[in-house]
C-alpha cells in the first residue's frame, strides 16, 4: 500500500466493515430532553477538587485544540487526550496540505500565463518536478505546525496526553491503562475516509494516501464528487496526471448551486478532466504491470489505471470509544447526537466537530468548541453558531465560493416567484494576455420581498476564497440589494462585479 494512512493505526481499512455493523446502536433522544440537561450541567463551572480534571478533551484536532485552550484560559484545569498528532485531520490530512499542493499543482498554467506578459516559453516537462523535495518540505511545514500546537497548548497549562481515549463512565477517561477521572468531557475525534466494501478494495487510495504518494501516477482514477474528489482531480490534473472522476450520479458537489456545479464542470472539463456520470466501481484487479484494471457495474467496458483514489465521504472516529458506557447515543452511522449547544445526551459530556452532524468544516469545530469553553469556563451566556451563513469554497481550479442560500434552496423557500437571480459570466483579466481559456461567474440570490435582502451568494474565480469571506460577513449582517449596489467596487477586481450586477436572469423552472 502507498504511503501512511494517519489514522490506520487505530482504524484499520479492514475493520470498517465491522464499524458499520456495530455502528447500529439503539439511537431516539429528543433534542429537547438534551436542552434541559445542558442547564443543569451549566452549573458545575471550574476547579472541582473531587475530579483529576475540570475539563477532559478527547481528540487534538480543530475543535478539541481550540476549546482546551481557551478552557485553560478560564482558568479550568484541562488535559487533552490526542492518539496522533496534534492539529488532527486539518493540520496533518486535510486543509492545510490540501492547499499546500494546490499552490504546487496550479504553477504549470502560471507558467503558461507568463509567457503571454512577455516572459520566456518554458517547456514544462512534468518529470522535472521534483515530487520528493516537495513531500519533504510539506511535511517540514506540518512538523513545525504540529510543533507550535503542541507549544501553545502547554504555554496555556494544557496537560497533553499522548495516546489513544476511550470513556470508562461519563467521568473516567483511559488513556494507556491510565485513568483519569474529570467533571466535564468533550468529545473531538474527528472522523476518517469512507472505503466501500468492494473486490480490490486493498488497492483503494484515500486523501490520507495521497498525501504521501511516493511518486506521482500517471493517470489516476478518483471516485466520488464532493469536495475532496473535486480539489483532488484538480491537483493531480495541474501536475498533469491523467484524471478521470467516476460520479455515481449526475453532478459533481450536488449539494451546491446548480449554476455554480454546471460552471465548474465546463472549467474541468476544458481542463482535460474526464468525468463518467452515474458509474459505480464494481471490483479492482491488480495487473501484472502494477496497474490497475477497475471494473463498472453499469458500463462493462473496464479501465486501466495507475492509481485508484476514493473520495466518498467520511465517517466519525466513534467506533469502540466507549460512548455507550458513558450514555452518549449516536446515529446508525457512529455520529454523535448534539444539541444548538453541543451537549450530547449525557449532561456533562459535549461533542464538536466532525463527530457530530453538523458543517464538517475545520472554522466550524473552531467556533463550536470556543462556544462551549466560553459557556463551560467563561460565565458566558450558551451561544449558538449560526450555520446558515458560513462561507465555503472547493479549492478546485477556478476556485468556488459559496454562502446562503442556493437557487434550489430559495425555490423551496420563497417559491418560484419570491426570490430573483443576478448573474454574470465574465473573463478574469489575468488570462486575457496569456489567451487562457478561462471563465468567472458570479451570482446573486435575492429575497424579493421586503427589503430585498441578499440570500445566497456564489462565486467562480480564482479568488473566490477570499472574497466569499467577507461576503458571509453581509449576509449575516442582512445586507439588501440596494446595500450592495451602492458600495463602490474595487477596480479592476473580479470581486467588483458583486456590487456592479444590475441584470436579473430569467428564472428557470
Ligand atoms: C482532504 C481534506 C481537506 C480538507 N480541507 C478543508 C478546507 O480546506 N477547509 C476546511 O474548513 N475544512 C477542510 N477539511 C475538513 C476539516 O479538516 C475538518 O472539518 C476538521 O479537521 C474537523 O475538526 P475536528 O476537530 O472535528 O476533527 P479532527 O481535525 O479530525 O481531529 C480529531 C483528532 O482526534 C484524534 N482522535 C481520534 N480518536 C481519538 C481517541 N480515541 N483518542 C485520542 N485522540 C483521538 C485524531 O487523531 C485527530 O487528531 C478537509 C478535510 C479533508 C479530509
Ligand atoms: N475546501 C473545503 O472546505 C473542504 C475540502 C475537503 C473536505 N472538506 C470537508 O470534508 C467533508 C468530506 O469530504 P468528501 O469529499 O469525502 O465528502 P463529500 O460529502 O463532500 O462528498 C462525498 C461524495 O461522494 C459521493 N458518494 C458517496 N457514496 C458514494 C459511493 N458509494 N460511490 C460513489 N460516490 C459516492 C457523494 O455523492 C458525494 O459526491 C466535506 O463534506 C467537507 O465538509 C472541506
Known amino acids: 500500500m502507498i504511503g501512511c494512512n494517519y489514522y490506520r493505526g487505530f482504524l484499520s481499512r479492514h475493520s470498517i466493515d465491522n464499524t458499520y455493523k456495530l455502528y447500529r446502536i439503539t439511537v431516539g433522544t429528543g433534542q429537547s430532553g438534551l436542552r434541559s440537561h445542558r442547564f443543569m450541567a451549566m452549573t458545575s463551572g471550574k476547579n472541582t477538587t473531587n475530579y483529576d480534571y475540570d475539563y477532559f478533551v478527547v481528540g487534538g484536532g480543530s475543535g478539541g485544540v481550540r476549546s482546551s485552550r481557551i478552557a485553560a484560559q478560564l482558568g479550568a484545569r484541562v488535559a487533552l487526550a490526542e492518539s496522533k498528532q496534534l492539529g488532527g485531520t486539518c493540520v496533518n490530512v486535510g486543509c492545510v496540505p490540501k492547499k499546500l499542493f494546490c499552490y504546487a499543482s496550479q504553477f504549470r498554467e502560471l507558467f503558461h500565463d507568463a509567457h503571454g506578459y512577455g516572459w520566456p516559453k518554458i517547456d514544462m516537462n512534468y518529470n522535472d518536478h521534483n515530487w520528493k523535495k516537495f513531500l519533504e518540505s510539506k511535511n517540514a511545514e506540518i512538523q513545525r505546525l504540529n510543533n507550535a500546537y503542541e507549544k501553545n497548548q502547554k504555554d496555556n497549562n494544557v496537560e497533553i496526553i499522548k495516546g489513544r481515549a476511550t470513556l470508562k463512565d461519563s467521568h473516567t477517561v483511559v488513556v494507556n491503562n491510565k485513568e483519569y477521572t474529570t467533571k466535564h468531557?468533550?468529545?473531538?475525534?474527528?472522523?476518517?475516509?469512507?472505503?466501500?466494501?468492494?473486490?480490490?478494495?486493498?488497492?483503494?487510495?484515500?486523501?490520507?494516501?495521497?498525501?504521501?504518494?511516493?511518486?506521482?501516477?500517471?493517470?489516476?482514477?478518483?471516485?466520488?464528487?464532493?469536495?475532496?474528489?473535486?480539489?483532488?482531480?484538480?491537483?493531480?490534473?495541474?501536475?498533469?496526471?491523467?484524471?478521470?472522476?467516476?460520479?455515481?450520479?449526475?453532478?459533481?458537489?450536488?449539494?451546491?448551486?446548480?449554476?455554480?456545479?454546471?460552471?465548474?464542470?465546463d472549467e474541468l472539463k476544458k481542463n482535460g478532466i474526464n468525468i463518467r456520470y452515474q458509474t459505480e466501481v464494481e471490483r479492482i484487479e491488480k495487473s501484472s504491470d502494477d496497474s490497475f484494471r477497475v471494473k463498472f457495474k453499469q458500463d462493462k467496458t473496464p479501465m486501466d489505471t495507475n492509481l485508484v483514489m476514493f473520495a466518498i465521504g467520511r465517517h466519525p472516529n466513534t467506533y469502540n470509544i466507549g460512548l455507550d458506557k458513558a450514555g452518549i447515543k449516536t446515529d446508525d452511522n457512529g455520529v454523535i447526537k448534539v444539541d444548538d449547544y453541543s451537549q450530547t445526551t449525557m449532561p456533562n459530556i459535549y461533542a464538536v466537530g466532525d463527530c457530530t452532524d453538523r458543517k464538517a468544516l475545520t472554522p466550524v469545530a473552531i467556533q463550536e468548541g470556543h462556544y462551549l469553553a466560553n459557556m463551560l469556563f467563561g460565565n458566558q451566556q450558551p451561544r449558538k453558531v449560526d450555520y446558515a451563513t458560513v462561507g465555503t469554497t472547493v479549492f478546485s481550479e477556478p476556485a468556488i465560493g459559496t454562502c446562503g442560500l442556493t437557487e434550489q434552496q430559495a425555490r423551496e423557500t420563497y417559491g418560484v416567484d419570491g426570490y430573483d437571480v443576478y448573474e454574470s459570466t465574465f473573463k478574469p483579466m489575468f488570462v486575457q494576455l496569456s489567451k487562457r481559456d478561462r471563465k468567472s461567474y458570479v451570482k446573486l440570490i435575492v429575497d424579493r420581498n421586503g427589503q430585498q435582502r441578499v440570500v445566497g451568494i456564489h462565486l467562480m474565480d480564482h479568488a473566490a476564497p477570499e472574497i466569499i469571506q467577507m461576503c458571509s460577513v453581509a449576509l449575516r449582517a442582512g445586507a439588501t440589494k440596494d446595500l450592495f449596489d451602492h458600495t463602490i467596487g474595487i477596480h479592476p477586481t473580479s470581486a467588483e462585479e458583486i456590487v456592479q450586477i444590475r441584470t436579473k436572469r430569467e428564472k428557470k423552472n
Open 185 to 265: 468531557i468533550l468529545v473531538a475525534v474527528g472522523g476518517c475516509p469512507i472505503i466501500p466494501n468492494i473486490e480490490g478494495r486493498e488497492h483503494i487510495i484515500t486523501s490520507d494516501d495521497a498525501f504521501f504518494l511516493e511518486k506521482l501516477p500517471k493517470n489516476v482514477i478518483i471516485v466520488g464528487g464532493g469536495y475532496i474528489a473535486t480539489e483532488f482531480a484538480c491537483i493531480f490534473n495541474g501536475f498533469g496526471c491523467e484524471v478521470t472522476l467516476i460520479l455515481r450520479g449526475k453532478t459533481i458537489l450536488s449539494s451546491f448551486d446548480e449554476d455554480i456545479r454546471a460552471k465548474l464542470t
